[in-house]
Nanobody, 121 residues
Framework: QVQLVESGGGLVQAGGSLRLSCAAS?????MGWFRQAPGKEREFVAA???????DYADSVKDRFTISRDNAKNTVDLQMNSLKPEDTAVYYC??????????????????WGQGTQVTVST
């Protein structure tokens, strides 16, 4: 099994930037990010495959950038122009194989513990 550990969460003012990182203990096919605010369902944020294909939620497109280093088994999420509605616990997720739907949480079999991102007004 692959373990995922997130880091980089914190408090930032609206309009600011934050970078999240996730380290995996082994190789994965798809690595991505989900987020969950209190009282809300977990939602897809972004994902990137081993080969470099990317997928973003409409709400973060053009503001967030996902990147990964296959040699290091890491994935990062650069978040710019942050808004209060971005406040949530952000979870790193990964799949062991391809052919799955990247924006569905059920596609992922590896999950990190989550890191809190709070955007203040």
């Amino acid at each position: 099994q692959v373990q995922l550990v997130e880091s980089g969460g914190g408090l930032v003012q609206a309009g600011g930037s934050l970078r999240l990182s996730c380290a995996a203990s082994g190789r994965t096919f798809t690595m991505g990010w989900f987020r969950q605010a209190p009282g809300k369902e977990r939602e897809f944020v972004a994902a990137k495959t081993w080969g470099g294909s990317t997928d973003y939620a409409d709400s973060v497109k053009d503001r967030f950038t996902i990147s990964r280093d296959n040699a290091k088994n890491t994935v990062d999420l650069q978040m710019n122009s942050l808004k209060p509605e971005d406040t949530a616990v952000y979870y790193c997720a990964a799949t062991s194989g391809g052919g799955l739907i990247p924006h569905r949480s059920s596609s992922y079999n590896y999950w990190g513990q989550g890191t809190q991102v709070t955007v203040s007004t």
